[in-house]
């Protein structure tokens, strides 16, 4: 069955995007074709799309030969998926459900095999998202998403900059990131105000690691929790929820040559694992 614009869907069953879901539904199948390229498929992997839409980017997947299982979580398009965009193809299965509480663990276990995860997110759970899947990345081989560009700017700020912080440390803790290409409002409908970016995200084995990847979270989070106030005063602020003393804090910055002076912004994320790490040996973090 021929490739359907999504535009053209909605004409058909007059149908008005959700804009409280944040649907920009991608258009044109030369990007769909570049976004399925990207992640290297060769027929025998599974994956989950994020947020099918009306299928632009799940009939490319469909056609890829592996198996798709494709999240929705807006009913009304769950029919035209199954019976309009995708019937034949029988490697797909179209299942309404929030992204956020998948069981992506579960689906790896049962499939044998680390999944693929793609999709076009919705600007309003980006980052609840990518969270979630940092605590689940034993269960991916790669991801690619298409974000705001300003989400983008976020994940892959380097240390010093106004866009680096919580999100971007975590992120690339767990992940390399690579940045693909840009997409202008124009490749969706409705046209979004901003520009797009697809990225491209590969678990990482890190060097140094955590002995605790949730506390290291929340010296991170503890760090960043007054943007403009140097690490003396945000991390001694938190030394309940950090576990240790004020002064103890300020001994582990001195031994680490950290200047308690500087703002979290300036950490690498090397910084962050060997600081969160220092102060779990020193307060018997739990590990």
Do not use: W
């Not at 901003?194 to 506390?215: C, K, M, Q, T, Y």
Request: net charge positive; hydrophobic share 45%; proline share 6%.
């Amino acid at each position: 069955m021929p490739f359907i614009s999504p535009k053209v869907l909605c004409r058909r069953h007059r149908l008005t995007p959700n804009r409280s879901l944040g649907q920009h539904f991608l258009l044109h199948p030369d990007q769909a074709r570049r976004l399925v390229a990207a992640l290297e498929l060769r027929g025998q992997e599974v994956v989950v799309e994020i947020g099918a839409g009306l299928g632009a980017l799940t009939y490319f997947l469909a056609e890829s030969g592996g198996r798709v299982i494709a999240l929705e979580l807006d009913r009304r398009l769950i029919p035209i998926l199954t019976t309009e965009v995708l019937p034949g193809f029988s490697n797909v299965m179209v299942v309404s459900q929030d992204a956020l509480k998948f069981d992506y663990l579960a689906l790896s276990r049962e499939e044998g095999q680390s999944l693929t995860v793609a999709g076009n997110l919705p600007y309003q759970i980006t980052s609840p998202l990518l969270f979630k899947l940092m605590g689940v990345k034993t269960a991916i081989r790669i991801m690619l998403f298409m974000v705001q560009q300003e989400v983008g700017l976020r994940l892959m700020a380097q240390p010093g900059g106004k866009d680096y912080g919580i999100l971007s440390v975590l992120i690339q803790y767990h992940f390399h990131l690579r940045r693909l290409f840009l997409l202008k409002p124009s490749n969706f409908y409705p046209a979004p105000k901003v520009d797009s970016v697809v990225l491209g995200f590969r678990p990482r084995l890190p060097e140094p690691s955590a002995i605790n990847e949730d506390f290291l979270a929340q010296v991170v989070k503890a760090a960043f929790s007054t943007r403009r106030k140097t690490l003396r005063n945000t991390l001694t602020a938190q030394s309940s929820l950090l576990r240790a003393s004020p002064a103890v804090i300020l001994a582990i910055l001195h031994d680490l040559r950290i200047d308690p002076g500087r703002r979290a912004e300036t950490l690498s994320v090397d910084d962050f694992v060997r600081l969160s790490n220092r102060l779990a040996e020193k307060t018997g973090k739990p590990y």
